[in-house]
């Protein structure tokens, strides 16, 4: 069955840069967009960005300045990086297949399968 | 931005009641409306996509309807399982923007 696992450090330093990594497992990484999400404890979700195998990616542009994301086909993975970190970057962060269902009108996409989540906060 | 209002923050009901979430655009963004289950400590669980169509082992006592702006999540004969906060979200235009939730209490 598809399983989506982030990894990366829990502890990053103001200032410094966030990498985050989901593996994929049990789907094929190149067929579908990818994204990273995030929740501050106790408030609401934020999409930070996604983006597929083959293209461009595409940023929320309230973070876009300071996020880049990649995508390994070679080892099943995307990645995040978010650089020049405050204490408001403090959050779970979620990656998420985005599933789709085409219509018509183009395709309508949701998050049908997500990591656990990965806790980071900044602190110094 | 497409702003996502949800009523009400936070609601409180009974096992086997029938109770209703509504979420309003802030402007058309057509059927492209999805709804999530979040539980403590847990990643969101997509319930509904596309407004009205059911993910697949997700109850049959959960529903959605709506387009345009307007939309609802109900969910018949409440189960214990079901308190929860739950959040929809729209895929119409990026940035991909979530409600603020609804926590069933």
């Known amino acids: 069955q598809v399983q989506l696992q982030e990894s990366g450090p829990g502890l990053v330093k103001p200032s410094e840069t966030l990498s985050l990594t989901c593996s994929v497992f049990?789907?094929?990484?190149?067929?579908?967009?990818w994204s990273w999400i995030r929740q501050p404890a106790g408030k609401g979700l934020e999409w930070i960005g996604h983006?597929?195998?083959?293209?461009?990616?595409t940023y929320n542009p309230s973070l876009k300045s300071r996020v880049t994301m990649s995508v390994d086909t070679t080892k099943s993975q995307f990645s995040l990086k978010l650089t020049s970190v405050t204490a408001a970057d403090t959050a779970v962060y979620y990656c998420?297949?985005?599933?789709?269902?085409?219509?018509?009108?183009?395709?309508?996409?949701?998050?049908?399968?997500w990591g656990q989540g990965a806790l980071v906060a900044v602190s110094s | 931005d497409i702003q996502l209002t949800q009523s009400p923050s936070s609601l409180s009901a009974s096992v086997g009641d029938r109770v209703t979430i509504t979420c309003r655009a802030s402007?058309?963004?057509?059927?492209?409306l999805n709804w999530y289950q979040q539980k403590a400590g847990q990643a969101p669980k997509l319930l509904i996509y596309?407004?009205?169509s059911l993910q697949s082992g997700v109850p049959s006592r959960f529903t959605g309807s709506g387009s345009g702006t307007d939309f609802t999540l109900s969910i018949n004969s409440l189960q214990p399982e079901d308190f929860a906060t739950y959040y929809c979200?729209?895929?119409?235009?990026?940035?991909?923007?979530f409600g603020q939730g609804t926590t069933l209490e």
């Open positions: 998420a297949r985005d599933g789709v269902r085409k219509q018509r009108s183009g395709g309508a996409y949701f998050f049908d399968y």
């Open positions: 049990g789907t094929s990484i190149s067929a579908y967009y």
């Open positions: 983006m597929y195998a083959t293209g461009g990616p």
């Open positions: 402007q058309s963004i057509g059927t492209y």
């Open positions: 596309v407004a009205s």
């Open positions: 979200q729209q895929s119409s235009s990026s940035p991909y923007t």
